[in-house]
Every structure is written in structure tokens, then in C-alpha cells.
T-cell receptor, first 114, second 114 residues
């Protein structure tokens, strides 16, 4: 398996623009997670899905952030409108089951909002 | 609210040395604790997962221990090599909350000098 795939790997945009990050989980995994990593706050969970259904979105910072999982092999994280403080590395991870199961991380998308 | 702390933030050792990385957590009601490795510009790779009922896990030169009563976990690396240079993060998953919500420490950046 190719592992968790994220695109784009790097994104530079201007404040106010819409940003869409994409993730393809490992085939057969039923959980998908979106994380954000910054120097100040470290790694934080934004939202996670089970069988394409959002389970916990309490980490989503504000209404400007939204995430979808239309099918088992694809998820998006959208920021609209983007702000400079959204600059971070965004990771997608997936797992088979959740209790005591390892999460497999993608390489991340490095987002810079000017 | 669970908080995970890793001290020191950075550590430099000569090749061949045995070393211990520390992780502390405030809420002992954890479901499991995981150690991850992160290389620059890359995602996280799971190293070891310790269930709450376990006291340690081993993989090759790595040994992770868990002491819930004291709120501590350690990652022991034997005979360190330059290839071990990376940032090591620990993460706790709690009972009572969303089991998908891994709470991460900010990591210890390890540098092994040849």
C-alpha cells in the first residue's frame, strides 16, 4: 500500500482565499483523522471520521474550517476564507479500528497564508 | 483536561550512547500511550503503543515503559545511531473522552552525533 496520500504537499495562498486540502487514507482503514501542527501549539486533532461519518469535530477552530468524507477513499479539509494564523502543517492519518490501534500519518500539507 | 509534556525539548548525544526520553501526563485515566517519530518535513511514524494494562513494550533497540500512577512514560533507545536523529513525540488517549483524540506532547528533538 502507498500509505496515506495527501495533496498538495505545499500551498501558498493569500489571505481571504479558499484552501482545500486532500487526503486518501490507507485502503481498508475505517477511521480518518485531520491534525494541525504549529510550533506554538504542537500537534492538535481537528476532526475525525468513522466509516465516512464525522465523530468528533470539537477541535475544528472556527466555522471557516470544514471537512468532508464523501467516500471511504477520500477526504477534504477546507478553509474559507483563509487567514495568516492558519499557516501550519496539516496532517491526515488513518487507522483500522480505534481502540489501541496505530494511526498511520500522511506526509502533511505545509500551508502558508500571506 | 489531559496535558502531555516532554522534557527536554532537545537532546544531543554521541553515537553509541544509551538514552532515555521522558513523557509526563496529567490524567492517569489513559487508554493507551503511543510514541511516534517525526523526521524533518515528514509525517509521524508510530514506534510503540502501550495499552493501559501494560507496563512496557519493546521493538528492537527501543523500549517504552508506562507508569500510570506517576503519570510518566519513557522511551529508552539503546546504542544510539545517527539515523535515530529525529523528533520523538508521545501521545495519550484517554478514557471518558473521544478515543480518537490523541493528546500529543510537543516532542523531544534528538540529535545523535557521529
Amino acid at each position: 500500500d502507498a500509505g496515506v496520500i495527501q495533496s498538495p504537499r505545499h500551498e501558498v495562498t493569500e489571505m481571504g482565499q479558499e484552501v482545500t486540502l486532500r487526503c486518501k487514507p490507507i485502503s481498508g482503514h475505517d477511521y480518518l483523522f485531520w491534525y494541525r501542527q504549529t510550533m506554538m501549539r504542537g500537534l492538535e486533532l481537528l476532526i475525525y471520521f468513522n466509516n465516512n461519518v464525522p465523530i468528533d469535530d470539537s477541535g475544528m477552530p472556527e466555522d471557516r474550517f470544514s471537512a468532508k468524507m464523501p467516500n471511504a477513499s477520500f477526504s477534504t479539509l477546507k478553509i474559507q476564507p483563509s487567514e495568516p494564523r492558519d499557516s501550519a502543517v496539516y496532517f491526515c492519518a488513518s487507522s483500522f479500528g480505534i481502540s489501541g490501534e496505530t494511526q498511520y500519518f500522511g506526509p502533511g500539507t505545509r500551508l502558508l497564508v500571506l | 483536561k489531559q496535558e502531555v509534556t516532554q522534557i527536554p525539548a532537545a537532546l544531543s548525544v554521541p553515537e553509541g550512547e544509551n538514552l532515555v526520553l521522558n513523557c509526563s501526563f496529567t490524567d492517569s485515566a489513559i487508554y493507551n500511550l503511543q510514541w511516534f517519530r517525526q523526521d524533518p518535513g515528514k509525517g509521524l511514524t508510530s514506534l510503540l503503543l502501550i495499552q493501559s494494562s501494560q507496563r512496557e513494550q519493546t521493538s528492537g533497540r527501543l523500549n517504552a515503559s508506562l507508569d500510570k500512577s506517576s503519570g510518566r512514560s519513557t522511551l529508552y533507545i539503546a546504542a544510539s545511531q545517527p539515523g535515530d536523529s529525529a523528533t520523538y513525540l508521545c501521545a495519550a488517549s484517554n478514557y471518558g473522552g473521544s478515543q480518537g483524540n490523541l493528546i500529543f506532547g510537543k516532542g523531544t528533538k534528538l540529535s545523535v552525533k557521529p
